[in-house]
């Protein structure tokens, strides 16, 4: 869901991501109404339908609360990725451990289950 435009003869480009549908998308699977998602972050449900329906950008403080609130990456909510875990996620087996890195210098260690 990323467009990307051509904005000047000198090759610099414009990214406008449509990531309305995706606001929509994590506050139903939730099962919550644009009400509930407002008051988590401060505001009027009117404003905040404004965010959702994209005749608003959303605050990148908002877009924060919002995914620590949803515990998905930001990536995901600006649709740079399907992967709610974001870009750049990566898993690893090592056969008794499985090891998970976030995209950050720590990593976890899952001990497999002997079968």
Do not use: W
Not at 38 to 57: C, F
Not at 103 to 113: C, F, L, Q, T
């Amino acid at each position: 869901m990323i467009n990307y435009q051509k904005c000047n003869n000198k090759g610099v480009t414009k990214i406008s991501t449509n990531y309305y549908p995706r606001l929509k998308d994590l506050r139903e699977d939730k099962d919550l109404s644009q009400e509930d998602v407002a008051k988590i972050l401060g505001t009027e449900q009117s404003y905040y339908a404004k965010y959702e329906n994209g005749v608003r950008p959303i605050p990148f403080e908002r877009v924060i609360k919002l995914a620590l609130f949803y515990d998905v990456s930001i990536d995901y909510i600006a649709g740079l990725t399907n992967d709610k875990r974001g870009r750049g996620y990566k898993e690893q087996s090592n056969g008794k451990y499985n090891i998970t890195q976030k995209n950050s210098p720590k990593a976890v260690i899952k001990i497999k289950e002997e079968k």
